[in-house]
């Protein structure tokens, strides 16, 4: 079981850009999945998160700039990012609690994707 982000790049500043984490392998539900961040010398945030039900709930700094969405039948997560700016730049990572069936036994785990780095700039 593994989450693939993918989307990031340089951007500049009051750009655009979309961020896409997949879950796959043995899943069997994907829950609450959301896409944190770290810039270089600072803790690693939580930008935005999803619950299953589709209930969202975003880092102050993000509130109007960035929408995050899921397409449960991807099992995938997204982070539409607009109106960047330069203090959005960091290292982006999503992560999922995810249910696997094993046999007859199911399992559920947070895993976390690779990180996909953003960078805001003239």
């Known amino acids: 079981v593994q989450l693939q982000a993918s989307g990031g790049g340089s951007v500049q500043p009051g750009g655009s850009l979309t961020l896409s984490c997949t879950a796959s392998?043995?899943?069997?539900?994907?829950?609450?999945m959301g896409w944190y961040r770290q810039a270089p010398g600072k803790q690693r945030e939580l930008v935005a998160e999803?619950?299953?039900?589709?209930?969202?709930n975003y880092v102050d700094s993000a509130k109007g700039r960035f929408t995050i969405s899921r397409d449960n039948a991807k099992k995938t997560v997204y982070l539409q990012m607009n109106n960047v700016k330069s203090e959005d730049t960091a290292d982006y990572s999503c992560?999922?609690?995810?249910?696997?069936?094993?046999?007859?036994?199911?399992?559920?785990?947070?895993?976390w994707g690779q990180g996909t780095q953003v960078t805001v700039s003239s």
């Open positions: 992560k999922a609690e995810v249910t696997t069936l094993q046999g007859d036994q199911l399992h559920t785990l947070y895993i």
């Open positions: 392998g043995n899943v069997f539900t994907v829950g609450d």
């Open positions: 999803v619950t299953s039900g589709g209930r969202t």
